[in-house]
């Protein structure tokens, strides 16, 4: 086939291109399928290709307003629209409207004879008579090689399939034509020998027992494309392809702080908590409490009036309600009112890229401000490394850019180093919380600390987690020279504290009672000494008074025999003073 | 449906002296679809003309139509290849696709003895 490569460098306007209205697909091909070219959808079998030919034609026709012909080979009229009504496409209807015309071709193999030359002008005819009847500008021919199956002389029906492009190409119209995968070719019958301006590969593969659907763009003449094998997958919806490479990081940044639940670890978080639609990693080993953890927050969240989602991919929702009521979290009333919605499903459901497209259409139709997965980690095991960061960071980016808070918890293997298991996934988390085991005096204990909180203050200590009856406390661990004390061991260095401060009160009391004893004993000596002092000196004057008593009888005495040896006046006067020297000189 | 434009065999067949007693009662139906005034169209006609004049005179019902006058034909009738001859009675339905250059398997799919030689 010419490639028609002057129609680009005439214009410096780049190929028009046709948007196949595919989610992912333009993005990748960067605007579409080549407007009025044909282009080859190749693939094994059971890998998209009807599909994806049939979304190319169903969105023109909704979303481009460009009406289609459908030339099925392998299904019937009726098969078709059933099949793509399970993704929600009334191809009926779009029948019925005249901007669909699906032609089936059936070739019955056993009722056809050659006798001789033949064209296929039937064909031409019947394609040509569809696409003018409502004016298509979309051609889906799917799957063209049953041709070869059904007819015989290959040699002219290659020559035919030639003119066939080449037709197509005059008539304007973007074709998409499906063909089976070739063992060593791309397609089966060699057709990407005709078909050469856009060749797109489809591929299922099966990795560790779970299937991922693949999309590559083989080539894209005239265009830029994306080169790198995208998963996709089939939902509900129809097809999408995940590019992870068109994930930019400019979304907004809120300043709104949200409460965790516990107030403690909102301390812990500069008194604040956590940033609004930042995401959150909660890593822990076995059994350190992150479901509880996150159905408080879950709880905090919904109290608050906003709409949580909680993924869980290792207990039902019924079983975190059960289990929650144990720690006094009661969060029925919250599912009841709608503000909490459970997501359960099990890791190995299906693959990874089909985990991710529920879980964003879960988002997309409950519209959350918190979306919570327990546990991530369950998820990761089903992709290898590389497409596990790549799920995270497409997840990531698509709740930052809805401005979601996103709490993950992962569960680390005991006795792993913790911060490099998780080295991959933690880059991309804004803040990161660490549940850990300490063991030790016969018990285990948990702590909690925060590893790290972008943009916040955050504290470096470590705290003991206790989860009891009445919910999530966080209380300081002992922190001594013989390292971080948690439980019992704790609590027993409080009681040794606290004994050696009852040991140091009772001697201070008993060194006040010595002492007072000792005041007492003095006391009692020198009122002791007092009571001989004031003995001695009442003996003293008893004395004294003594001795004054005699004295004045002695005088008395002596006066009263002066008088009486009746001595005159002179004597007695002679004899007083007489008396007052001899009491001078005893 | 349209009914065969009466073309004149260029040659008359020659008169077939044989009883056609043991001939169905019913008729041969024979469809021909060809695309446009081609050359292989031409051949075409020809070719199932003279084979409904020198085998089937009488007991055949040839309608020839082109595509390109009536595309919706096309789809109903499930043409792909042209030309297409469709025998539909007797059944089975059988289709013969090409110019019928080679019509042994024309004759063998309709139960006839060759009596004549058939040339264009």
Same mark, same amino acid.
């Given at each position: ?586 | ?69 009536? +595309?919706? #034909?096309? $789809?109903?009738?499930?043409?792909? &290849?042209?030309? =297409? ?5 007797? +059944?089975? #339905?059988? $289709?013969?696709?090409?110019?019928? &250059?080679?019509? =042994? ?16």
């Amino acid at each position: 086939m010419k490639n028609n490569g002057s129609k680009s460098s005439a214009k410096k306007k780049l190929l028009p291109k046709c948007p196949t209205g595919i989610q992912g697909l333009d993005e990748i091909t960067s605007g579409g399928l080549p407007r009025g070219r044909p282009t080859l959808v190749c693939g094994g079998a059971g890998c998209g290709k009807t599909l994806l030919a049939a979304e190319f034609l169903v969105r023109g026709a909704v979303q481009f307003d460009e009406p289609g012909v459908l030339m099925a080979f392998e299904e019937t009229e009726k098969e078709l629209t059933a099949n793509v009504a399970s993704l929600g496409f009334d191809l009926e209807g779009l029948v019925r409207r005249k901007k669909i015309v699906v032609d089936y071709v059936h070739i019955e193999r056993s009722e056809v004879q050659e006798s001789g030359e033949y064209d296929l002008e039937g064909l031409f005819v019947r394609l040509g008579h569809a696409i003018d009847s409502i004016g298509a500008k979309r051609v889906v021919l799917d799957t063209l090689e049953v041709l070869f199956a059904s007819l015989p002389n290959e040699a002219i029906l290659r020559s035919e399939l030639r003119r066939l492009f080449r037709w197509l190409k005059e008539k304007g119209v973007t074709a998409v034509i499906t063909a089976e995968r070739g063992r060593e070719s791309l397609t089966r019958h060699g057709l990407e020998e005709y078909v050469s301006d856009c060749v797109i590969l489809l591929d299922h593969r099966v990795n560790d027992q779970i299937a991922t659907r693949h999309l590559r763009v083989v080539k894209y003449r005239g265009a830029l494309h994306g080169t790198n094998e995208f998963p996709f997958l089939i939902g509900n919806d129809g097809i999408s392809v995940l590019p992870i490479t068109s994930l930019s990081l400019n979304h907004k940044v809120s300043g709104e702080r949200i409460a965790t639940g516990i107030p403690r670890l909102d301390a812990m978080l500069g008194g604040k908590g956590f940033f609004r639609g930042s995401s959150i990693l909660l890593t822990g080993t076995p059994g350190t409490g992150k479901t509880i953890v996150s159905a408080n927050f879950a709880q905090a969240a919904a109290r608050r009036g906003e709409r949580v989602l909680f993924f869980s991919f290792e207990e039902s929702p019924d079983q975190i309600i059960r289990n929650m009521h144990s720690i006094g979290l009661r969060l029925e009333p919250l599912v009841k009112k709608g503000l909490l919605r459970f997501h359960s499903a099990r890791p190995s459901l299906y693959g990874l890229e089909m985990h991710l497209a529920t879980m964003f259409k879960e988002i997309a139709t409950f519209n959350p401000q918190v979306v919570i997965i327990d546990p991530i980690t369950s998820l990761m095991d089903s992709g290898t490394n590389s497409e596990n960061k790549g799920m995270i960071t497409r997840l990531i980016d698509h709740l930052k850019g809805g401005q979601i808070t996103s709490l993950f918890t992962s569960l680390t293997q005991g006795g792993h180093a913790l911060q490099q298991s998780e080295a991959a996934m933690s880059s991309l988390m804004d803040s990161w919380l660490l549940l850990q085991d300490f063991e030790g005096n016969g018990e285990r204990n948990r702590v909690l600390y925060v590893l790290k909180a972008r943009g916040m203050a955050h504290s470096n200590q470590i705290r003991e987690f206790l989860i009891s009856d009445r919910g999530i406390d966080l209380v300081d661990a002992y922190i001594g020279p013989s390292g971080v004390l948690t439980g019992s061991a704790r609590a027993a260095q409080g009681a040794l504290e606290k004994a050696a401060v009852l040991a140091g009160q009772q001697e201070a009391a008993r060194l006040k009672r010595e002492v007072e004893r000792k005041r007492a004993a003095i006391e009692r000596q020198i009122s002791g000494l007092r009571s001989d002092y004031e003995g001695e000196s009442a003996e003293l004057r008893r004395i004294a008074e003594q001795v004054g008593t005699s004295t004045l009888m002695l005088t008395t005495e002596r006066t009263a025999s002066g008088i009486l040896r009746q001595a005159d006046a002179k004597v007695v006067v002679h004899a007083r003073s007489r008396a007052k020297n001899g009491k001078e000189n005893p | 449906m349209k009914s065969v434009k009466p073309k004149p065999t260029r040659r008359a067949a020659p008169p077939l002296e044989k009883s056609r007693s043991t001939r169905p009662a019913k008729k041969y139906v024979l469809r021909l679809f060809v695309a446009g005034a081609t050359n292989r169209s031409r051949h075409a006609i020809l070719r199932v003309q003279e084979l409904c004049n020198a085998e089937l005179k009488d007991i055949c019902d040839l309608e020839v139509f082109d595509i390109y006058q009536q +595309p919706a #034909l096309a $789809r109903a009738n499930q043409i792909v &290849a042209t030309p =297409t001859l469709i025998v539909e009675f007797p +059944p089975p #339905l059988r $289709r013969f696709i090409g110019n019928l &250059a080679n019509i =042994t398997g024309l004759f063998v799919e309709l139960d006839l003895a060759k009596k004549v030689k058939i040339t264009v």
